[in-house]
Each structure stands twice: as structure tokens, then as C-alpha cells.
């Protein structure tokens, strides 16, 4: 062998090693909207969608917090009492592109088991942080509608037939309600990570401007991406803690919605409000209200489920509230007994709780003159949601080096007044 033979085989060699000892790509979660049970008609809100689909496409658009080479959806049929077939579906990379058609084992179509979901085939299509796709998905047969995402601030579209792969759909409806999609998972860079916010309406962004991700979890992903940190959210309008609304506790199913994401290091944990002012109201009129120990003890199954697998768990005190709601059927949702819990809880979580570190969301948003109240700038005019900049100011207040630090740091940090994390 000459000499340049000798050197183009080393420079092979050294090329193939350092392409072996390169960090394998993993799948990362990174974008998220959990299921829920579809409620009864004479629930207080109405449920936004058909009580069965058939021969019918639905469109709905979903922005990633991470993109990739490749990418698979999770479609959920959660809360099905029968299979669900899905005839086809599809990914488009933005409004008005040719859609591109997944596959499940290959196939087109795929028959998902009642309580169960289904992970597609990785698809390649190369996608950009921050990127909104649109998924469609096309059932054939009579389809009731049992499992849904029934906040989901984004117009989405039924339409007849199968129109997977219409760039643009004819003669479709609307809804801000999605169904069958529960998660985008993007193949990312091995150092590629996922933060889970689980939460209820505030973080599920209720108020937030409609198609304008405005919700405070995208602001958050907005600030991660850069740093190759996907954001997704598990929040659920009308969710509790300790017992079932508007969908499952966050105690069940907190290991499905944040413990079973591909990639989470840590999950925040913003709920409870809920838990305080639903009963008396409409939502629970002859309810108990639970008490601080047992929001306390709630709190902590949490963190030792998220210990023993050792993601990084991350509290938020709740904002204020007086005056939620008025002029509605929940306007009792506020009264100053269940604030004075509120604080109780807000003070134990500052100071004793089990997490890892703790945001102060109730000083980012309160107003200092009536710290009872949140702020007018932040408000959305209903006293309990922050609007489009209440939104933007809790993003703000997490401190990401906290948010990100490793899953043994232990105890909670000390906060000074008018600061988050």
C-alpha cells in the first residue's frame, strides 16, 4: 500500500469512529394536547363537536416547540368505548402545503383499541423550531366522538370525505375543539430535551388570542428553543388536582400526560385553583372543599413520582383571583374563604414544599395595590385568566437556569416578593 493509500485509510478510519462515538438522535415530545373525556349535554359547557363523525376528514394545526429530520404523531383514543378506525392521515409543514401521508406498520389506516393510542411511522419531513403543521385525519365509518382536547384556542376544520391530502378543504366546518391528535414527537439532537407544564385552564390558555399562540407555555418555548428545549402542554381547562373536571386528576394522569414523554427532564406544575373554588358552584354545588393537608399531600405524590424517575419537578403558586368570573353562572367561583387558602397553600409552596424549586407566578401577576386581585395590565378582563400579556409576563418569571437544573437539586428556593424563580 502507498503512502496515500495508507493515509486516505486512516483518515476512513478516524472518520468512522468519529461518526460511531457521535450521540445517537433520540425522539423528544414537542407538542402535546391532552386527551379528555367527551361530557354529557347537560354539562354546563357545550362540547364544540359532533357527537359522531363519519366518511369525514379533521384538520387541525399544531405548533411544534423543537422541529427535526423526522417526525411521528401520537393519536389518542383515550376515553373510546369501541376501536377507532382511522382510515388515513396526514402532515402538512404549513397551512396550504401538499400534505405528506403517514402510515402505522406501514399501512395507511389504523385500528386503535378502546383506552389505547397509536404512534405513527417516523415520517421524513424536515421541520423548523417554533413551526405550526397542520394534521389531518379521515374516519370512515360511524365514529363517536368520546375522546377530545376541548380548549384548543386554534380553529380546526371537519370536512366530508376523505380530503387528507386536499392542500386546501372544501365544504369543511369549524371548531376550536381537536380531536384524535394527543402528541407530535420530533427526531431531535441527543442533547435535545422536553419540559412538561401541566396545569388547568390558565396554563390550557382559555383567554388566550385565538390562532395566535399566546398561551404562556409558548412564550416559554419560545425562550427554550434556542436552547434545543421543547415545551408541551398538559394543561386541561377545568383540571384539578386531587379529583377529576373537565378531565382526569392531574394525580392520574400525570404519569401518561408528563412522566411517558419521550425526553422530559422536568415538568411545572401550575393547579389547584379548581380544587379550591369549584365546590359551591355550579361545577360541584354539594362538594367539600379539600383542605390545605390534602393539597399538600397531592402535591407530593407528585413530586415522588417525579423523582422516582428522576425528572425535575417545578411548583407555581396561584395567581390571584378576586372577582373571577362575574356576570356568569360560576360568578361564586371567588369568595375571600377560599383566597385565604390560596395564600395558605401559596405560603407552603414558597417555603416547605416538595419541589425542586418553586415560581412565583401570584407575584408576576398581582396587582401591588390589591395583591387579591391580578393586575389590569394582565388581566383578560375575567379576573381569573391572564390575557395575551399576563400570558407573556408569567413566560418571563421562570428563571430557565432553575427550570433546567439537575433533577438531585433538592429544597426550595427563596423567593424575594415581586419575583418568580
Given at each position: 500500500m502507498n503512502?496515500?493509500s495508507?493515509?486516505?485509510?486512516?483518515?476512513?478510519?478516524?472518520?468512522s469512529?468519529?461518526a460511531s462515538a457521535?450521540?445517537?438522535?433520540?425522539w423528544?415530545?414537542s407538542?402535546?394536547?391532552?386527551p379528555?373525556?367527551?361530557w354529557?349535554a347537560?354539562?354546563?359547557?357545550p362540547?364544540l363537536?359532533?357527537?359522531?363523525?363519519?366518511?369525514?376528514?379533521?384538520?387541525q394545526?399544531?405548533?411544534i416547540?423543537?422541529?427535526?429530520?423526522?417526525l411521528?404523531?401520537?393519536l389518542?383514543?383515550a376515553?373510546?368505548?369501541?376501536p377507532l378506525?382511522?382510515?388515513?392521515a396526514s402532515?402538512?409543514?404549513?397551512?396550504?402545503?401538499?400534505?405528506?401521508?403517514?402510515s402505522?406498520?406501514?399501512q395507511p389506516g389504523?385500528?386503535?383499541g378502546?383506552?389505547?393510542?397509536?404512534?405513527?411511522?417516523p415520517?421524513?419531513?424536515?421541520?423548523?423550531?417554533?413551526?405550526?403543521?397542520?394534521v389531518?385525519v379521515?374516519?370512515?365509518?360511524?365514529?363517536?366522538?368520546?375522546?377530545f382536547?376541548?380548549?384548543?384556542r386554534?380553529?380546526s376544520?371537519?370536512?366530508p370525505?376523505n380530503?387528507?391530502?386536499a392542500q386546501?378543504?372544501?365544504g369543511?366546518s369549524?371548531?376550536t375543539?381537536?380531536l384524535?391528535?394527543?402528541?407530535i414527537?420530533?427526531?431531535?439532537?441527543?442533547?435535545a430535551?422536553?419540559v412538561v407544564v401541566?396545569g388547568?385552564?390558565?396554563?390550557?390558555?382559555a383567554t388566550?388570542?385565538?390562532?395566535?399562540d399566546?398561551r404562556?407555555?409558548?412564550h416559554?418555548?419560545?425562550?427554550?428553543?434556542?436552547?434545543g428545549v421543547?415545551?408541551?402542554?398538559?394543561?386541561?381547562?377545568?383540571?384539578?388536582l386531587l379529583?377529576?373536571?373537565?378531565?382526569?386528576?392531574?394525580?392520574?394522569?400525570?404519569?401518561?400526560?408528563?412522566l411517558?414523554?419521550p425526553g422530559?427532564?422536568s415538568?411545572?406544575?401550575l393547579?389547584?385553583?379548581?380544587?379550591?373554588?369549584?365546590p359551591?358552584?355550579?361545577?360541584?354545588?354539594n362538594?367539600?372543599?379539600?383542605?390545605?393537608a390534602?393539597?399538600?399531600?397531592g402535591?407530593r405524590?407528585?413530586?415522588e413520582?417525579?423523582?422516582?424517575?428522576?425528572v425535575?419537578i417545578?411548583?407555581?403558586?396561584l395567581?390571584?383571583?378576586?372577582?373571577a368570573?362575574?356576570?356568569?353562572?360560576?360568578a361564586?367561583?371567588y369568595?375571600?374563604?377560599?383566597d385565604?387558602?390560596?395564600?395558605?397553600?401559596n405560603a407552603?409552596?414558597?417555603t416547605?414544599?416538595?419541589?425542586?424549586a418553586?415560581?412565583?407566578?401570584?407575584?408576576?401577576?398581582?396587582?401591588?395595590?390589591?395583591?387579591s386581585r391580578?393586575?389590569?395590565?394582565?388581566?383578560?378582563?375575567d379576573?381569573?385568566h391572564p390575557?395575551?400579556?399576563g400570558n407573556?409576563?408569567?413566560?418571563?418569571?421562570?428563571?430557565?437556569?432553575?427550570?433546567?437544573?439537575?433533577?438531585?437539586?433538592?429544597?426550595?428556593r427563596s423567593?424575594?416578593?415581586g419575583?418568580?424563580?
Amino acid at each position: 500500500m502507498n503512502r496515500f493509500s495508507q493515509l486516505t485509510a486512516t483518515a476512513l478510519i478516524a472518520l468512522s469512529s468519529a461518526a460511531s462515538a457521535a450521540p445517537a438522535p433520540q425522539w423528544v415530545a414537542s407538542w402535546q394536547a391532552s386527551p379528555q373525556p367527551v361530557w354529557g349535554a347537560d354539562f354546563l359547557f357545550p362540547t364544540l363537536v359532533p357527537a359522531t363523525l363519519q366518511d369525514q376528514t379533521f384538520r387541525q394545526t399544531a405548533r411544534i416547540s423543537l422541529g427535526g429530520p423526522r417526525l411521528r404523531v401520537r393519536l389518542s383514543n383515550a376515553y373510546g368505548t369501541q376501536p377507532l378506525r382511522i382510515g388515513a392521515a396526514s402532515v402538512a409543514a404549513r397551512a396550504g402545503a401538499t400534505p405528506q401521508p403517514l402510515s402505522f406498520d406501514g399501512q395507511p389506516g389504523v385500528l386503535i383499541g378502546p383506552g389505547q393510542e397509536r404512534l405513527s411511522d417516523p415520517l421524513p419531513l424536515a421541520t423548523d423550531s417554533r413551526q405550526a403543521l397542520q394534521v389531518s385525519v379521515f374516519v370512515p365509518g360511524p365514529t363517536p366522538v368520546q375522546t377530545f382536547h376541548w380548549e384548543g384556542r386554534q380553529t380546526s376544520w371537519i370536512a366530508p370525505g376523505n380530503q387528507s391530502q386536499a392542500q386546501v378543504l372544501s365544504g369543511a366546518s369549524s371548531t376550536t375543539a381537536r380531536l384524535f391528535l394527543a402528541g407530535i414527537e420530533v427526531e431531535a439532537a441527543a442533547s435535545a430535551r422536553s419540559v412538561v407544564v401541566i396545569g388547568d385552564s390558565i396554563t390550557d390558555g382559555a383567554t388566550a388570542s385565538l390562532d395566535q399562540d399566546q398561551r404562556w407555555t409558548d412564550h416559554l418555548a419560545a425562550r427554550l428553543a434556542p436552547r434545543g428545549v421543547a415545551v408541551v402542554n398538559a394543561g386541561i381547562s377545568g383540571g384539578r388536582l386531587l379529583r377529576d373536571g373537565m378531565g382526569e386528576s392531574a394525580l392520574a394522569r400525570f404519569r401518561r400526560d408528563v412522566l411517558d414523554q419521550p425526553g422530559v427532564v422536568s415538568v411545572v406544575v401550575l393547579i389547584g385553583i379548581n380544587d379550591i373554588s369549584w365546590p359551591g358552584t355550579a361545577f360541584a354545588r354539594n362538594q367539600a372543599r379539600p383542605t390545605l393537608a390534602e393539597l399538600q399531600a397531592g402535591y407530593r405524590t407528585l413530586a415522588e413520582q417525579a423523582h422516582t424517575r428522576g425528572v425535575r419537578i417545578v411548583g407555581a403558586t396561584l395567581p390571584p383571583f378576586a372577582g373571577a368570573l362575574p356576570g356568569t353562572p360560576l360568578a361564586d367561583y371567588y369568595h375571600p374563604d377560599k383566597d385565604a387558602l390560596r395564600r395558605q397553600l401559596n405560603a407552603w409552596l414558597r417555603t416547605d414544599s416538595p419541589f425542586d424549586a418553586v415560581i412565583n407566578l401570584d407575584a408576576a401577576l398581582r396587582d401591588p395595590a390589591d395583591p387579591s386581585r391580578m393586575a389590569a395590565a394582565y388581566d383578560s378582563g375575567d379576573h381569573l385568566h391572564p390575557g395575551d400579556a399576563g400570558n407573556r409576563a408569567m413566560a418571563e418569571a421562570v428563571d430557565l437556569e432553575v427550570l433546567m437544573g439537575s433533577p438531585e437539586t433538592s429544597g426550595v428556593r427563596s423567593l424575594s416578593p415581586g419575583k418568580g424563580i
